[in-house]
């Protein structure tokens, strides 16, 4: 693209971005290269690929376009959402401070806490996200400020702006795990964060069928992550660079249908007398609301629900729905329940996790883009057992 063309818009950029016809072939989708190796013509002399850990062309497609959603310069795909987590905290060292807000995914949690603490990181947690709770973490220490927002699973949203800026005060850089938002609802890059994170298992998949993670940034800071992703080896295969590419494709339009169909259960869950409270940036009474309508173009399809009944509810709840599959994970076109406290945010410990208020009575929907009357009827007959 010269500098006066201007930038194709989201979904243009989804179907077209590191997606032209194949060059040895004219095929129009971009094939799945399911080869370990290429043939040099000469040592050293080949058209750009050696080694499939190195280079694939159906995954160099994939970051090609991963990195146009995100408008960053360089995209990089990995075998996770947590190899990619790895990959961004691997250009630390020990002795380094990474600040975390509490809420997050429990892997992560894990990761940092069972993995990178006994390798020499110190990780500081903030319960209070907000950029006055950032700065009381940050140190002069700090080298990586660490958020997802909305958060997993309380669905905070947290100003990316402001906590870049006290990062960058700090002379530390600002990642974002943008799993629960997408590209196509929040742009981090674009409002001063310096890398990007996902689980391309959830939203950017689409389908349940891919697991994949994924780091978008600047060209310059991703070049040790581009060495870790080689020199590690945490990357997809190729038939998985190529779902994800597939998934990729409608990722707006799914998007769309998710939020309308989150926003209209949401409200209707505000109503219903066996919830207690409802957590869905989409609210006008959710605390992070008008935060969320500056940096997002929608408000996402989690929402989080507290049971009146506590953690009993919960349990009588979980099993009785039929559309909303009880399982892991998010993100997909077919709805999802779970029970983060004994599912995704096992590996807290209780005590931690209760006091951050992922308690027994807290159930996360991953709300699909089944019709939506279907939906509110599942949620409809599932509370009803619950008195
Ligand atoms: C917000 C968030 N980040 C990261 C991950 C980890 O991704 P993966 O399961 O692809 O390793 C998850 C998984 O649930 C998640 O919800």
């Known amino acids: 693209m010269t500098p006066d063309t201007p930038r194709p818009g989201f979904s243009t950029r989804a179907i077209h971005a590191g997606q032209d016809a194949d060059p040895a072939t004219g095929a129009t989708v971009v094939p799945i290269y399911a080869t370990s190796t290429y043939t040099q013509e000469a040592p050293g002399k080949h058209k750009g690929y050696e080694y499939s850990r190195s280079g694939n062309p159906t995954r160099a497609a994939l970051e090609t376009c991963?990195?146009?959603?995100?408008?960053?310069?360089?995209?990089?795909?990995?075998?996770?959402?947590?190899?990619?987590?790895?990959?961004?905290?691997?250009?630390?060292?020990?002795?380094?401070?990474?600040?975390?807000?509490s809420d997050l995914y429990g892997g992560t949690y894990r990761l940092l806490e069972r993995v990178f603490k006994p390798w020499g990181l110190v990780v500081r947690y903030t319960d209070d996200p907000s950029p006055a709770g950032f700065a009381r973490v940050v140190t002069p220490a700090t080298?990586?400020?660490?958020?997802?927002?909305?958060?997993?699973?309380?669905?905070?949203?947290?100003?990316?702006?402001?906590?870049?800026?006290?990062?960058?005060?700090a002379g530390a850089l600002l990642a974002v795990d943008n799993t629960f938002a997408s590209p196509y609802l929040q742009q981090p890059l674009k409002l001063g964060a310096d890398l990007v994170v996902h689980s391309t298992t959830k939203y950017l998949g689409g389908h349940s069928d891919v697991v994949g993670g994924a780091v978008i940034g600047a060209g310059e800071l991703l070049k040790p992550i581009a060495f870790y992703q080689n020199a590690a080896g945490g990357v997809p295969g190729p038939?998985?660079?190529?779902?994800?590419?597939?998934?990729?494709?409608?990722?707006?339009?799914?998007?769309?249908?998710?939020?309308?169909?989150?926003?209209?259960?949401?409200?209707?869950?505000?109503?219903?007398?066996?919830?207690?409270?409802?957590?869905?940036?989409g609210l006008p009474s959710h605390p992070g609301h008008e935060l969320a309508m500056r940096q997002m173009r929608d408000f996402g399809g989690m929402?989080?629900?507290?049971?009146?009944?506590?953690?009993?509810?919960?349990?009588?709840?979980?099993?009785?729905?039929?559309?909303?599959?009880?399982?892991?994970?998010?993100?997909?076109?077919?709805?999802?329940?779970?029970?983060?406290?004994?599912?995704?945010?096992?590996?807290?410990?209780?005590?931690?996790?209760?006091?951050?208020?992922?308690?027994?009575?807290?159930?996360r929907l991953s709300v699909g883009i089944e019709d939506a009357d279907d939906l509110q009827e599942d949620l409809r007959q599932a509370l009803a057992s619950c008195g």
């Not at 795909?77 to 002795?95: E, I, Y």
């Not at 998934?247 to 169909?261: I, Q």
């Not at 999802?336 to 209760?354: N, W, Y």
């Open 303 to 363: 929402i989080s629900m507290r049971m009146m009944g506590g953690g009993e509810a919960a349990r009588r709840f979980l099993p009785r729905t039929r559309l909303f599959s009880l399982a892991e994970s998010l993100g997909g076109v077919e709805s999802l329940v779970c029970h983060p406290a004994t599912m995704t945010h096992a590996s807290i410990p209780a005590e931690l996790r209760q006091a951050r208020g992922v308690d027994d009575g807290l159930i």
């Open 143 to 169: 080298k990586l400020a660490w958020i997802e927002t909305p958060t997993n699973p309380l669905l905070q949203i947290l100003d990316i702006a402001a906590i870049t800026a006290i990062a960058h005060k």
């Open 239 to 281: 038939f998985d660079a190529y779902l994800t590419l597939r998934g990729l494709k409608t990722l707006a339009v799914r998007m769309d249908r998710h939020c309308a169909n989150a926003r209209r259960l949401a409200a209707w869950l505000t109503e219903q007398p066996q919830v207690e409270r409802v957590f869905y940036p």
């Open 66 to 101: 991963l990195a146009a959603l995100e408008e960053g310069e360089r995209g990089l795909a990995f075998a996770s959402g947590l190899a990619a987590t790895t990959a961004v905290l691997s250009t630390l060292k020990p002795g380094d401070e990474v600040a975390a807000a």
